[in-house]
């Protein structure tokens, strides 16, 4: 190292504010005694380390300082960027706003650099002007740091209404044992509540198990379930993560009757009352709980049993004014590959993605910004950059026909044929509801909810004649 540059870092390091150097690789070269203020973490712990373009600051150690460090994709084809940052200091946990000046330099031989020159956001009016880009980024930055202050599940983003009514429901479940049930369409992240409730609670350091009651063979599940339920829970496990602390069953309403019954009959004895102890179990649905109970698919006392807090979580579709972040977290989950740096999408593409109905919520936005990611060439996706499957969904829906449909929706159609079906089994049973129920292949239980639901008379005889 030269003595002219010797002397650059003296000054650099002695200087008031909080100043830092990248390279071209995008990794901290220099950390000055501002930037270990402003941080709370001593220079050695972070030169070397790479600074991506996330606001997900949770995931690595350091996370919440290389992610307040790292710049946009532009600042190696512009000379000058202003981007607002949240810095969180990892000794006190105080989050400070600040406005990052970036600017490339390049050394004398040549070679490509990122200064860092961290300010306080002015408060004079106009406010300072930053692309739309950087402001949906420290939007969701911003986001994510309320979220892990208030309840520390920064993996889940929530501005809507009904999100932040989950997370407080989340955030009540996980201070208990208590059995929840996740209803909401494919897609909509039912799963990774269930984690989230797990992992944030006392019990998160014991194993996730997930058994899709659905997908996997009846045999499988059984056997599953059988091993599960034969350990020993008064046994201390010396690895905490070796030892279950949830049981999560995915479509919960195609466990086998059996398996619901025995799971009933386990956790009335003295080994459920041990197990319950230990571990938690939530369900997931993509209907109406209650709905399974009246076909006759549920038991009712596991319908209760599992329900003891129901928590709907919404469609894509109703949470819209996410959309922008959950794209942008997208986009930032694909940067942490570390191989391209993405900095956001373009207008023209917000328009096409806040026009498109997303069927397949959560999921399906993931998979188009995973694939426009990998088709971008630039720093900023374009609309040249989605995939194929998205621009002909979108396309689709444009020119699905305005005139009403001349079909009646398959639910109501069912309903109406359901109802007329009971009114003619009661008619012919002449009002005795066993004889009806035997008519119809129902239980009594299922033929009265039946009879509630279509607000039918629930008088009649209940005994053989």
Same mark, same amino acid.
């Given at each position: 190292?030269?003595?002219?540059?010797?002397?650059?870092?003296?000054?650099?390091?002695?200087?008031?504010?909080?100043?830092?150097?990248?390279?071209?690789?995008?990794?901290?070269?220099?950390?000055?005694?501002?930037?270990?203020?402003?941080?709370?973490?001593?220079?050695?712990?972070?030169?070397?380390?790479?600074?991506?373009?996330?606001?997900?600051?949770?995931?690595?150690?350091?996370?919440?300082?290389?992610?307040?460090?790292?710049?946009?994709?532009?600042?190696?084809?512009?000379?000058?960027?202003?981007?607002?940052?949240?810095?969180?200091?990892?000794?006190?946990?105080?989050?400070?706003?600040?406005?990052?000046?970036?600017? %490339?330099?390049?050394?004398?031989?040549?070679?490509?650099?990122?200064? =860092?020159?961290?300010?306080?956001?002015?408060?004079?009016?106009?406010?300072?002007?930053?692309?739309?880009?950087?402001?949906?980024?420290?939007?969701? =930055?911003?986001?994510?740091?309320?979220?892990?202050?208030?309840?520390?599940?920064?993996?889940?983003?929530?501005?809507?209404?009904?999100?932040?009514?989950?997370?407080?429901?989340?955030?009540?479940?996980?201070?208990?044992?208590?059995?929840?049930?996740?209803?909401?369409?494919?897609?909509?992240?039912?799963?990774?509540?269930? %984690?989230?409730?797990?992992?944030?609670?006392?019990?998160?350091?014991?194993?996730?198990?997930?058994?899709?009651?659905?997908?996997?063979?009846?045999?499988?599940?059984?056997?599953?379930?059988?091993?599960?339920?034969?350990?020993?829970?008064?046994?201390?496990?010396?690895?905490?993560?070796?030892?279950?602390?949830?049981?999560?069953?995915?479509?919960?309403?195609?466990?086998?009757?059996?398996?619901?019954?025995?799971?009933?009959?386990?956790?009335?004895?003295?080994?459920?009352?041990?197990?319950?102890?230990?571990?938690?179990?939530?369900?997931?649905?993509?209907?109406?709980?209650?709905?399974?109970?009246?076909?006759?698919?549920?038991?009712?006392?596991?319908?209760?049993?599992?329900?003891?807090?129901?928590?709907?979580?919404?469609?894509?579709?109703?949470?819209?004014?996410?959309?922008?972040?959950?794209?942008?977290?997208?986009?930032?989950?694909?940067?942490?590959?570390?191989?391209?740096?993405?900095?956001?999408?373009?207008?023209?593409?917000?328009?096409?993605?806040?026009?498109?109905?997303?069927?397949?919520?959560?999921?399906?936005?993931?998979?188009?910004?995973?694939?426009?990611?990998?088709?971008?060439?630039?720093?900023?996706?374009?609309?040249?950059?989605?995939?194929?499957?998205?621009?002909?969904?979108?396309?689709?829906?444009?020119?699905?026909?305005?005139?009403?449909?001349?079909?009646?929706?398959?639910?109501?159609?069912?309903?109406?044929?359901?109802?007329?079906?009971?009114?003619?089994?009661?008619?012919?049973?002449?009002?005795?509801?066993?004889?009806?129920?035997?008519?119809?292949?129902?239980?009594?239980?299922?033929?009265?909810?039946?009879?509630?639901?279509?607000?039918?008379?629930?008088? =009649?005889?209940?005994?053989?004649?």
């Amino acid at each position: 190292m030269s003595k002219r540059r010797l002397r650059i870092d003296v000054a650099f390091d002695n200087a008031t504010e909080a100043l830092f150097v990248l390279d071209a690789k995008r990794r901290v070269v220099f950390f000055n005694k501002g930037c270990v203020e402003l941080c709370g973490c001593p220079a050695e712990d972070v030169l070397g380390l790479p600074c991506l373009f996330t606001s997900d600051t949770g995931i690595t150690p350091l996370g919440t300082v290389t992610g307040a460090l790292a710049p946009p994709d532009e600042i190696f084809s512009e000379e000058v960027l202003a981007v607002p940052k949240y810095f969180v200091n990892r000794q006190t946990g105080q989050s400070l706003a600040k406005l990052v000046n970036f600017h %490339r330099i390049c050394s004398d031989e040549g070679d490509t650099y990122v200064l =860092g020159i961290v300010i306080d956001v002015p408060k004079a009016k106009p406010p300072i002007e930053v692309s739309m880009l950087t402001q949906v980024h420290a939007e969701l =930055g911003a986001l994510r740091h309320a979220l892990r202050q208030r309840y520390r599940l920064n993996s889940i983003v929530a501005k809507s209404a009904a999100m932040l009514r989950v997370l407080e429901q989340i955030n009540a479940a996980r201070q208990s044992l208590v059995s929840v049930a996740l209803i909401g369409e494919a897609g909509v992240g039912k799963e990774h509540v269930a %984690r989230a409730i797990h992992y944030e609670s006392e019990h998160g350091s014991k194993a996730f198990v997930p058994i899709d009651c659905q997908q996997l063979p009846p045999d499988e599940v059984r056997s599953s379930i059988e091993r599960l339920l034969g350990s020993d829970w008064n046994e201390i496990t010396p690895v905490s993560a070796l030892h279950p602390g949830c049981l999560y069953l995915q479509h919960v309403e195609a466990l086998p009757r059996e398996l619901q019954q025995r799971l009933l009959d386990f956790l009335a004895g003295d080994s459920g009352r041990a197990f319950r102890q230990h571990v938690r179990l939530i369900v997931s649905s993509e209907r109406d709980l209650a709905e399974a109970v009246a076909a006759d698919r549920l038991i009712e006392s596991f319908y209760y049993q599992v329900t003891s807090l129901q928590i709907a979580v919404p469609s894509l579709r109703k949470r819209l004014e996410e959309l922008r972040l959950f794209a942008q977290h997208f986009v930032e989950e694909s940067n942490r590959a570390g191989g391209k740096q993405i900095t956001g999408i373009s207008a023209d593409v917000w328009t096409q993605l806040e026009e498109y109905s997303w069927p397949g919520n959560l999921d399906e936005l993931r998979e188009v910004i995973v694939a426009a990611h990998s088709n971008c060439k630039g720093s900023v996706i374009a609309a040249s950059d989605l995939p194929l499957r998205f621009r002909s969904g979108l396309d689709a829906e444009s020119l699905s026909p305005s005139t009403p449909s001349l079909f009646e929706p398959l639910s109501s159609l069912l309903q109406r044929v359901e109802r007329q079906h009971v009114e003619a089994a009661l008619q012919q049973a002449k009002g005795n509801k066993m004889n009806a129920a035997k008519l119809l292949g129902l239980s009594r239980v299922a033929l009265n909810s039946r009879l509630e639901a279509f607000g039918l008379s629930s008088d =009649g005889s209940d005994s053989e004649t």
